[in-house]
């Protein structure tokens, strides 16, 4: 697995040379809104909530569409017209090595280990 997102907190300099960090998330972290489909850490979610809420008034909404490096915007969009459960079984295909790897069956578990290896590797 490699890197497919980049965080969108404004401030992130924890990817190479300052840069915002990248990493993964899989496709049903993107359908269900989950922070990892936005942000590296939760604490960078939280705090690009918070500058986005700063930044817009309450009648904008967020923009809360993941940004990454293995989609278009179109893409992206085209994935919140899938049922959740048909994203949800495609995912556990695709990371099906890696609960085999783990012994994991949970998504969010599995995927945090795929970025600590990426961390590990220096793909990050």
């Given at each position: 697995m490699k890197a497919n997102h980049?965080?969108?907190y404004s401030k992130c300099n924890l990817g190479d040379n300052g840069q915002p960090?990248?990493?993964y998330a899989c496709d049903y972290c993107d359908r269900i809104n989950s922070w990892?489909?936005?942000a590296c850490c939760k604490e960078h979610f939280d705090l690009y909530i918070e500058e986005e809420l700063e930044r817009k008034s309450m009648l904008n909404k967020i923009n809360m569409l993941p940004k990454r490096t293995d989609m278009s915007e179109d893409e992206?969009?085209?994935l919140y017209n899938i049922p959740a459960d048909v994203v949800l079984e495609?995912?556990?295909q695709e990371?099906?090595?890696y609960k085999d790897k783990y012994g994991i069956n949970?998504?969010?578990e599995v995927v945090d280990?795929?970025?600590d290896e990426l961390n590990k590797e220096g793909r990050l």
């Amino acid at each position: 697995m490699k890197a497919n997102h980049i965080c969108k907190y404004s401030k992130c300099n924890l990817g190479d040379n300052g840069q915002p960090k990248q990493y993964y998330a899989c496709d049903y972290c993107d359908r269900i809104n989950s922070w990892k489909s936005i942000a590296c850490c939760k604490e960078h979610f939280d705090l690009y909530i918070e500058e986005e809420l700063e930044r817009k008034s309450m009648l904008n909404k967020i923009n809360m569409l993941p940004k990454r490096t293995d989609m278009s915007e179109d893409e992206i969009k085209g994935l919140y017209n899938i049922p959740a459960d048909v994203v949800l079984e495609r995912t556990n295909q695709e990371l099906q090595y890696y609960k085999d790897k783990y012994g994991i069956n949970n998504i969010n578990e599995v995927v945090d280990k795929i970025n600590d290896e990426l961390n590990k590797e220096g793909r990050l």
